[in-house]
């Protein structure tokens, strides 16, 4: 993986994400997919941008997108690599009017996510990154930032989904608060495992569903910033090619947290 392939598809999700704010605070039009789930003129036109813009850059790497899911799983089950995309993440946040939406690009090779791309439009942020390669925020005006997560924090920040939750998530976020002193954080889209590379936060389990374009990007930056997005078993969180594209529940961290240790008893319990 050549880090000219990142770069392109780094400056291809900026444009993505120029192609969306012409429509933000506009009072678009919203229409409902089959799953109920909103889609606006936005989504359309970020996703015409990076179909169009990845074909371009790697024309043998399929596309998988959310704007674009309908491939049979036998077609799917023959790629070796192809791009995941969610093209706006965060729909509900844009129709609101908040800026706690993203763009997000991920290569995943035989299931793995190699890096990713997460263009945050309305603040002109891009974070990128993988594994093997670190992470970095680009900001307005400035070159490329390397960010890290933060391993041992005197409060344990928790990230949550603003608008998705459970009772299984709630009953873990109570527990912790037995065992840690918890400071509570809620924001939308991708932007939760963002401020977890950005060592602004330190935990964000997810015990309520995503599908795999929601998480793909953003876990590359993770763990190019030092953070691990695991199963609840404790393995890495993976993108096989399924019948249905919903994810397992998941959580990420940093990868060396001290207080880890500590949470797998709950997590055996969540998992059961």
């Keep these: 993986m050549s880090d000219a392939l990142m770069q392109a598809v780094v400056a291809l999700v900026m444009e993505a994400g120029a192609a ?31 179909s169009q813009g990845l074909q371009h850059i790697a024309p043998e790497i399929p596309v ?4 674009a899911c309908a491939i049979a799983l036998s077609e799917r089950q023959q790629w070796q690599r192809w791009w995941l995309v969610d093209p706006l993440d965060g729909t509900k946040e844009f129709i609101n009017g908040s800026d706690e939406f993203t763009v997000n690009v991920a290569l995943i090779e035989q299931g793995q996510v190699v890096f990713g791309v997460v263009g945050v439009p309305v603040r002109q942020q891009c974070f ?40 299984l998530q709630e009953q873990l976020l109570a527990t912790l608060k037995q065992q840690f002193a918890v400071e509570l954080a809620n924001i939308g889209s991708s932007l939760k495992f963002c401020l977890l590379a950005q060592g602004l936060v330190d935990f964000y389990p997810r015990l309520a569903p995503t599908s795999q374009w929601d998480t793909a ?21 993976n ?11 998941f959580m990420a961290l940093a990868k060396d947290a001290p207080w880890f240790a500590s949470l797998r008893p709950l997590l055996a319990q969540a998992k059961a």
Excluded: C, M
Excluded at 64 to 67: A, D, I, R
Excluded at 131 to 148: C, F, M, R, V, Y
């Design 20 to 50: 969306i704010l012409p429509y933000w605070k506009t009072n678009t039009e919203v229409s409902q997919k089959p799953d109920n789930s909103p889609v606006t003129a936005a989504d359309l036109a970020a996703h015409h941008v990076l």
């Design 64 to 67: 998988l997108s959310e704007e």
């Design 128 to 167: 990128y990154g993988g594994a093997e390669l670190g992470a970095w925020l680009i900001e307005p005006h400035s070159n490329p930032q390397p960010i890290k997560v933060r391993n041992s924090p005197e409060t344990l920040t928790v990230v949550a989904s603003r608008r998705h939750s459970s009772e």
């Design 217 to 237: 990007a953003a876990q590359a930056v993770v763990e190019g910033a030092g953070g691990v997005v695991l199963k609840l078993d404790g393995s890495r969180f």
């Design 239 to 249: 993108y096989p090619a399924k019948a249905s594209l919903l994810n397992p529940y």
